[in-house]
């Protein structure tokens, strides 16, 4: 099983400015990695946001393109920075001040699962990661960015919409809206990585559908909103996190029966925001 470090599926004609992506939802483990992991083949995906390429995957049809990868999540981290390695897992790295992603145990190369659970018996080397890193990390930030590009050129502003699944309990002691709790969070950095006006147009998009809302808590964003969201320069990123018990078997990694309706009703929502980018003149620079 060979993994691709991203495929990018271009609309037959560019319509919008948006960009979708989908870093964790990749699912070609290989074997040496699962033979050597002290988890099993279902534990090992907990930490995956198994099918949410599959919920974008008509994005394409709205004129916009859909970036994925088959990297697995525990097996490198496309949502961190190149140089968050852990001292606890990579014999070499050094600890760079306080990183609690690092410290959790969930930098580049993750040393656990969800649920703190370890990933490995031992160590590893320094070149292993390195390895990883520039074979599927790198190439995958490149692709991002270059396709980022080709839509700033083309509309004068791009918007990158950074998909993701959270766990249910997740939402455990957020504030819930109306009794309602939110099944959707946008992240934007708390303002930082997109205009107003863009997550205004994003949440309305979900809303409109009948989905519960929230932003920023618990979930603002991690090193994609923060790397790319430039609204200042009219690149803005968003990062979407949706509930997994929606439409799929948390414990078993598998969909539900509700999965091919919810994919319909998605497909409809990132038409919508698709729809955002289809305008030429810039958004506005905050």
Same mark, same amino acid.
């Given at each position: ?17 948006? *960009?979708?992506?989908?870093?964790? @939802? ?31 995957? @008509? ?10 990868? @088959? ?7 496309? $949502? ?18 306080? $990183? ?97 006006? *863009? ?16 932003? $920023? ?38 969909? $539900? ?30």
């Amino acid at each position: 099983m060979s993994l691709s470090a991203f495929d990018l599926i271009r609309p037959a004609q560019l319509l919008s400015s948006v *960009v979708f992506a989908s870093p964790h @939802s990749g699912r070609c483990y290989p074997p040496d990695f699962v033979r050597d992991s002290l988890l099993d083949e279902t534990a090992i995906r907990s930490s995956e946001d198994a099918f949410v390429d599959q919920l974008f995957a @008509s994005v394409p049809d709205a004129g916009a393109p859909l970036l994925t990868t @088959s990297v697995p999540r525990a097996f490198l981290d496309l $949502n961190r920075s190149p140089d968050e390695l852990d001292p606890s897992l990579i014999l070499g790295a050094r600890g760079r001040g306080q $990183n609690p992603r690092v410290a959790s145990g969930l930098g580049v190369i993750p040393r656990v699962v969800a649920n703190g659970r370890a990933i490995y018996a031992g160590k590893m080397p320094m070149k292993v990661a390195h390895h990883r890193i520039e074979t599927y990390w790198r190439p995958y930030h490149a692709a991002l960015q270059r396709t980022l590009d080709e839509a700033h050129r083309a509309f004068g502003h791009a918007i990158l919409i950074d998909c993701h699944s959270m766990p249910h309990e997740a939402m455990d002691g957020v504030p819930r809206a109306g009794g309602r709790c939110p099944e959707i969070v946008l992240g934007d950095r708390f303002g930082a990585a997109a205009s107003r006006e *863009v997550v205004d147009r994003v949440e309305a998009a979900f809303t409109g559908a009948g989905l519960a809302v929230t932003r $920023n808590a618990p979930f603002a964003g991690a090193y994609v909103t923060q790397a790319y969201g430039r609204p200042s320069r009219r690149q803005h990123a968003v990062q979407v996190e949706i509930d997994r018990s929606i439409y799929m078997d948390e414990r078993r990694v598998e969909p $539900n029966a509700h999965f091919d309706q919810f994919r319909m009703l998605m497909g409809k929502v990132a038409a919508e925001i698709a729809a955002i980018g289809y305008d030429r003149m810039p958004l506005a620079a905050e």
